[in-house]
């Protein structure tokens, strides 16, 4: 792989991993802390870096290298979702891969800016020889009656995790809580944010959780687990999760990836008296 962009890349355990992008969105603070009253929500844009009443969600995505496996945990929203988004393709090819050298995608859940990358305009797969790892609990929802029985303004997403869904029936291959995706790298169920979101967890000195949505903020997430993110869908679950996933972290000072979080996203968390704070890690930390 020839590196020649300043993607922040490290080594954990058997994977050599890029955190890439796929750009970002503007959220207000009604979606990073829904239950935070105003001044909260000021402050929590403001050290996001926000103004005039958003800030930025990032969107990190690793490409995770070992063996003969290239991998993508998700494929971003394409253009499709929101005109920030999309970036994924090209910042892989910046680092030298092509969308046809990925072998394999986990898809986290089917949300717009998580899945609606999967096809081209033409209708074509984006990642043309990738077999596809979605778990069982998401597929059963988005394709069965509980979805179709969303509010109508929920429909969009919808109709577009089953288009996106179902162009993937035939190389994919459904997973649940345990599951090994390949040696090394086990599927943990983070239900909440979505019915069947999954995060995973990569084996090294300590455990990499790339969380995904299940930790949806490194601030809210963390200083205010018992808080809900905008875009949960059943929020007293997605709660519940978050004090199990958060626990189990600090308990094994596992590395965390999260892929909403300011780049690059990696960081480790700590116990605190009244939730638990998190730690940034630079490059050269999380090289060390
Ligand atoms: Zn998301």
Same mark, same amino acid.
């Given at each position: 792989? *020839?590196? $020649?962009?300043?993607? =922040?890349?490290?080594?954990?355990?058997q994977?050599? #991993?890029?955190?890439?992008?796929?750009?970002? #969105?503007?959220?207000?603070?009604e979606?990073?802390?829904?239950?935070?009253?105003a001044?909260?929500?000021?402050? +929590?844009? =403001?050290? &996001?870096?926000?103004?005039?009443?958003?800030?930025?969600?990032?969107?990190?995505i690793p &490409? +995770?290298?070992?063996?003969?496996?290239v991998?993508?945990v998700?494929v971003? %929203?394409?253009r499709?979702?929101?005109?920030?988004e999309?970036?994924l393709?090209?910042?892989?090819r910046?680092v030298?891969? %092509?969308?046809?050298?990925? $072998?394999? @995608?986990?898809?986290?859940?089917a =949300?717009?800016?998580?899945?609606?990358g999967?096809?081209?305009?033409?209708?074509?797969?984006?990642?043309?020889?990738?077999?596809y790892?979605? /778990?069982?609990?998401?597929w059963?929802?988005? #394709?069965?009656?509980a979805a179709? !029985?969303l509010?109508?303004?929920?429909q969009?997403?919808?109709?577009? %995790?089953?288009r996106?869904?179902?162009?993937?029936?035939?190389?994919? *291959?459904?997973?649940?809580?345990g599951d090994?995706?390949i040696p090394g790298? $086990?599927?943990?169920?983070?239900?909440?944010h *979505?019915? /069947?979101? @999954?995060?995973?967890?990569l084996?090294?000195d300590?455990?990499?959780?790339?969380?995904v949505d299940? *930790?949806?903020?490194? #601030?809210?997430?963390f200083?205010h687990p018992?808080?809900?993110f905008?875009?949960?869908?059943?929020?007293?679950?997605?709660?519940?999760?978050? =004090?199990?996933? &958060?626990?189990? %972290? !600090?308990?094994?000072? !596992?590395?965390l990836?999260?892929?909403?979080w $300011?780049?690059?996203g990696v960081?480790?968390?700590?116990?605190?008296?009244?939730?638990?704070r998190?730690?940034?890690l630079t490059?050269?930390?999380?090289?060390?």
């Amino acid at each position: 792989m *020839t590196q $020649t962009t300043d993607f =922040h890349s490290f080594r954990h355990g058997q994977f050599d #991993i890029t955190v890439l992008s796929d750009g970002d #969105i503007a959220l207000g603070g009604e979606i990073f802390a829904p239950e935070g009253n105003a001044e909260q929500r000021n402050t +929590i844009l =403001h050290r &996001l870096g926000g103004e005039g009443g958003t800030a930025n969600a990032q969107s990190n995505i690793p &490409l +995770i290298v070992t063996g003969n496996e290239v991998m993508l945990v998700d494929v971003g %929203a394409g253009r499709r979702f929101q005109p920030s988004e999309g970036k994924l393709e090209d910042n892989l090819r910046a680092v030298g891969v %092509a969308p046809a050298d990925i $072998t394999s @995608i986990v898809i986290s859940h089917a =949300h717009p800016d998580h899945i609606w990358g999967m096809l081209r305009d033409d209708g074509s797969l984006r990642f043309p020889n990738a077999r596809y790892f979605v /778990g069982w609990t998401e597929w059963n929802f988005w #394709i069965g009656e509980a979805a179709g !029985a969303l509010p109508k303004e929920l429909q969009p997403f919808v109709e577009g %995790a089953r288009r996106d869904l179902m162009a993937i029936t035939d190389r994919m *291959t459904l997973v649940a809580d345990g599951d090994e995706i390949i040696p090394g790298m $086990t599927v943990l169920a983070t239900p909440g944010h *979505t019915a /069947g979101h @999954i995060s995973l967890v990569l084996e090294g000195d300590v455990p990499l959780i790339v969380t995904v949505d299940a *930790t949806a903020s490194e #601030i809210v997430s963390f200083e205010h687990p018992e808080w809900s993110f905008g875009f949960d869908m059943d929020p007293e679950l997605a709660v519940r999760t978050r =004090h199990a996933l &958060l626990e189990k %972290a !600090a308990s094994e000072n !596992a590395k965390l990836l999260g892929f909403h979080w $300011t780049y690059p996203g990696v960081g480790r968390i700590e116990k605190v008296a009244d939730g638990y704070r998190f730690h940034g890690l630079t490059s050269k930390a999380v090289q060390s």
